[in-house]
C-alpha cells in the first residue's frame, strides 16, 4: 500500500501576542519564541512565519533539513505594510543609569555581559580595548566606549576643543548621556545562521523577507548579520542586514547559496581585522565542498561610510567594501545587477583560478573595483563619480560593456580609470569618460609596465590627458572612438598619425560629439546620428553576443562602438 506523505505544515510566531504554549498552526494560536521554534521538529516542506512589525533579540538558528525541492522557509505573515520581522543582537540601556566619573567626559554603567558594540540613535561608537575606564579616559579617542569586567564606560568629546571634528555627525554633539539619545549595547552577533546552537549545519533552506540588524562584533571573524556556513541549497531572498560588523551576509564553507533583492547598510566602523564588506563569498581548506558555488541578484549596499575615518582617518572618509570573495575552494560566483553606493568591491580567484567569477550589469557610485586572479569576466557594469576606476591584476580579465563616467583620480599609481598591472587582458565595446574637469594627466587606461597593455578595441575613450598612457604599444588596439587632438603615451606622447604608424587604430573614429542621448542625465546610449554606429567592423568573434541593457549585438550592418548598441 502506498504510503501518502505528510503535508507540510505552517507555523506561525508573533512576538507581541503570541503564547509559546499554543500549538503555533494557525495566526490565532503562535507562539512566541525563537527558542520555542527551536524546541520543535520540522519537516521538509514545513515553514514557519514570523508576524510583521514584531523584533526578536533572539538568533534565528534552524536545527533541520529541508530537501531537495523542499526546503524548509523562515518568512513573514500579516500586513504588508508593516515592517518585516526583526532579528537585533542590541537591547536598550537604562541612560539614567550612566555615571560621570569626576569631571571628566567620561560616563559608566554596569552591564554584566560583554557589550561588542555601542549605538546612540543607530550610529557606532567607536571601540578601544585599554581595560578599566581610568586608562579608558586617558588613552581613548573622543567618541569611544569600552567595555571591561562588567562595566560599559563611554568617553565624549570636548565641546570646545572637538566641536569642528564632529560637526558633521550630528548625533555626536549629545553630552549628557543620561538625557539625549537612545543608547543600545550590541551583545548577539550571526542573528541568521545556518548553524545550529550545537555547530551543525543545516541544509536546503529559505530565508525571506526578515530584518537582521545590530550584529557588530569587532573581531576577525564576528558580528555577521547572516552567515550561511558549511551549508548546501540556501536561498536568501529580500532579507536585510543593517548595522553589520565583519559582514552583514556571510556564504562561509557553503554551496549553491543563492541570494536576491537583499538590502545592506551601515558597516562598523574602525573594522581592521580584515576589513568588512556586505557580502562575502568564502571556501577555505576545511569546506566539505571542492568548489562552493554562490549567487548575488539585484542585492543592494548603502550607507558605506565608515564614520572612524571620516572623524580619525588623514585620507578622509573610507567606505566599506559591496563584495569580497576567496579561498582556496571558492566555485563560482555570479553577481547580477548589484549596486554599491560608495563602497568598493573586490573580486579575487587566485586562490582558485578555475573559479568563474562574473559580473553582469550593476552600479558602483564612486569607489574603486579591485581585480585579481585569472578569466573573470565584468560585463554592463557602471561606475560613476572621481573615484570610478578599476585596478586590474591577474590575466585572462574581460572587461566589456562598461560605462565609466565622471572619473577624477589623482595621487593613485596613476590618474587614469583602468589600472593594468598585467598582461593577457581585454577592454572592449566600453564607453569610458573622465570628468570634465579632471587634470591634464588624466587617462582612461594605464599600465604600470611593458607588456601590460590590455587588448584595447571598440571603445568609446574621452580623456583630458593622454586617452591611453601605456608603457608600450598594445598588441592590439582598433576601432576605437576618440575625440579629434587625441593624444597617446607609449614610449613618449603620439598623434593619432604617430600611433597609427605603429599599426594601431586603423580603423579608428575622431568625433568630437559622439552624440549620446543625453549624458548630462546619465544616458550614455548613442542617438541615431551618432558616429559610433555600425563602426565596428569586426569578426564576429570579437562582438559581445549583447550590450549594456542586454540587446542583441549587432543590429546594422556592423557592431556599434561603445557599450550600447542601438536599437534598429
Known amino acids: 500500500m502506498a504510503v501518502t506523505p505528510a503535508a507540510a505544515q505552517d507555523f506561525y510566531v508573533d512576538q507581541l501576542h503570541g503564547h509559546d504554549a499554543a500549538d503555533g498552526t494557525t495566526p490565532e494560536s503562535a507562539w512566541s519564541s525563537l527558542a520555542k521554534v527551536a524546541s520543535t521538529r520540522l519537516a521538509p516542506g514545513d515553514r514557519v512565519l514570523f508576524k510583521r512589525g514584531g523584533c526578536w533579540r533572539e538568533r534565528l538558528r534552524p536545527r533541520w533539513d529541508g530537501a531537495e525541492g523542499k526546503p524548509i522557509t523562515y518568512a513573514a505573515y500579516g500586513d504588508a505594510a508593516a515592517p518585516k520581522p526583526r532579528f537585533t543582537g542590541s537591547e536598550a540601556l537604562d541612560a539614567q543609569q550612566f555615571a560621570q566619573q569626576g569631571n571628566s567626559r567620561v560616563y559608566t554603567i554596569a552591564h554584566a555581559a560583554p557589550v561588542h558594540a555601542l549605538l546612540v540613535d543607530g550610529v557606532f561608537l567607536f571601540r578601544h580595548d585599554p581595560g578599566a575606564w581610568e586608562r579608558f579616559a586617558a588613552e581613548a579617542k573622543p567618541w569611544s566606549f569600552t567595555w571591561h569586567a562588567g562595566v560599559l564606560s563611554i568617553k565624549l568629546y570636548d565641546p570646545v576643543a572637538d566641536a569642528a571634528k564632529f560637526a558633521a555627525l550630528p548625533a555626536f554633539a549629545y553630552q549628557q548621556p543620561r538625557s539625549q539619545g537612545a543608547w543600545r549595547a550590541v551583545v548577539e552577533d550571526d542573528l541568521i545562521c545556518s548553524l545550529a546552537a550545537?555547530?551543525?549545519?543545516?541544509?536546503?533552506?529559505?530565508?525571506?523577507?526578515?530584518?537582521?540588524?545590530?550584529?557588530?562584533?569587532?573581531?576577525?571573524?564576528?558580528?555577521?548579520?547572516v552567515r550561511i556556513m558549511g551549508s548546501e541549497d540556501i536561498l536568501i531572498e529580500r532579507v536585510e542586514v543593517y548595522r553589520a560588523g565583519k559582514h552583514h551576509f556571510g556564504?562561509?564553507?557553503?554551496?549553491?547559496?543563492?541570494?536576491?533583492?537583499?538590502?545592506?547598510?551601515?558597516?562598523?566602523?574602525?573594522?581592521?581585522?580584515?576589513?568588512?564588506?556586505?557580502?562575502?563569498?568564502?571556501?577555505?581548506?576545511?569546506?566539505?565542498?571542492?568548489?562552493g558555488a554562490s549567487e548575488y541578484w539585484n542585492c543592494t549596499y548603502e550607507h558605506t561610510e565608515d564614520t572612524w575615518s571620516t572623524l580619525y582617518n588623514p585620507y578622509g572618509t573610507a567606505h566599506a567594501f559591496i563584495m569580497e570573495m576567496h579561498g582556496p575552494k571558492l566555485g563560482p560566483v555570479l553577481m547580477d545587477h548589484l549596486v554599491s553606493r560608495g563602497g568598493g568591491w573586490s573580486l579575487n580567484n587566485s586562490e582558485h583560478p578555475d573559479a568563474r567569477i562574473l559580473v553582469r550589469g550593476g552600479l558602483i557610485e564612486d569607489a574603486r573595483l579591485v581585480v585579481q586572479g585569472r578569466g573573470i569576466e565584468i560585463d554592463g557594469l557602471r561606475m560613476t563619480g572621481p573615484h570610478a576606476t578599476i585596478d586590474l591584476s591577474g590575466t585572462g580579465h574581460l572587461l566589456q560593456n562598461l560605462v565609466i563616467t565622471g572619473t577624477r583620480t589623482h595621487g593613485w599609481d596613476k590618474d587614469t580609470v583602468i589600472l593594468c598591472r598585467n598582461a593577457g587582458n581585454t577592454v572592449r565595446f566600453s564607453t569610458i569618460v573622465t570628468a570634465a574637469d579632471a587634470g591634464a594627466a588624466q587617462s582612461c587606461i594605464a599600465t604600470t609596465a611593458a607588456g601590460n597593455a590590455p587588448a584595447c578595441y571598440a571603445n568609446i575613450l574621452i580623456a583630458n590627458g593622454a586617452v591611453l598612457d601605456l608603457a608600450d604599444a598594445p598588441g592590439v588596439c582598433d576601432r576605437n572612438l576618440y575625440r579629434s587632438g587625441v593624444v597617446f603615451a607609449a614610449g613618449g606622447r603620439k598623434d593619432l598619425a604617430a600611433w597609427k604608424a605603429l599599426g594601431l587604430d586603423a580603423g579608428a573614429v575622431i568625433a568630437d560629439d559622439p552624440r549620446f542621448v543625453a549624458p548630462a542625465a546619465g544616458d550614455w546610449r548613442l542617438q541615431e546620428d551618432s558616429p559610433a554606429r555600425d563602426a565596428a567592423a569586426l569578426p564576429a568573434a570579437k562582438i559581445p553576443a549583447h550590450d549594456a541593457d542586454g540587446t542583441p549585438r549587432p543590429q546594422g550592418k556592423a557592431a556599434d562602438i561603445g557599450a550600447y548598441e542601438a536599437k534598429r
Do not use: K, M
Open 251 to 291: 556564504c562561509i564553507n557553503s554551496h549553491r547559496v543563492v541570494h536576491r533583492d537583499c538590502y545592506a547598510a551601515q558597516p562598523h566602523p574602525g573594522q581592521d581585522n580584515g576589513g568588512n564588506s556586505a557580502w562575502v563569498s568564502f571556501n577555505g581548506p576545511d569546506s566539505p565542498y571542492p568548489a
Open 198 to 225: 550545537d555547530g551543525t549545519p543545516h541544509h536546503h533552506l529559505v530565508f525571506r523577507d526578515l530584518i537582521a540588524e545590530d550584529s557588530a562584533r569587532l573581531d576577525d571573524n564576528g558580528g555577521y548579520g
